[in-house]
């Protein structure tokens, strides 16, 4: 989907923030509302538009990355609980994994956990 990372940016309700938590200083959270006419919705499934999971892997990359470039270098499990429709309020929230580069991803909406993923990244600098 070309162009879909650099399109995401219009459907952020919040930017990229730091939630601390008493333990867990290194927490990121930002939220999204995808409309019925995001891209990624088209073909995905007609008559029943669900987000893809590449998109919802993406929503944790730029989550994780804060503003700042990041190349996804694997993602190491994934497992969907729940369909995200259009006009759902996405939160992301995303803290540091176990290992240097590795994060843990926990996707909602509408307060339903929809998507856990572990995943690795590799920051590359700041957007231009």
Request: aromatic residues 8%; hydrophobic residues 40%.
């Amino acid at each position: 989907m070309p162009g879909l990372s650099e399109e995401l940016s219009h459907f952020v309700v919040s930017p990229p923030q730091l939630i601390c938590h008493e333990g867990e200083p290194d927490n990121m959270r930002c939220c999204f509302i995808f409309t019925a006419d995001f891209s990624g919705f088209h073909g995905h499934f007609p008559g029943n538009p669900v987000l893809p999971g590449i998109v919802q892997i993406m929503l944790a990359r730029y989550t994780a990355a804060a503003g700042k470039r990041a190349r996804l270098i694997g993602v190491r499990r994934c497992k969907f609980l729940h369909s995200i429709k259009p006009g759902d309020t996405v939160s992301v929230d995303v803290k540091p994994g176990r290992h240097t580069g590795e994060y843990q991803a926990a996707i909602a909406c509408n307060h339903i956990p929809c998507t856990r993923i572990v995943f690795e990244l590799e920051h590359t600098g700041a957007w231009q």
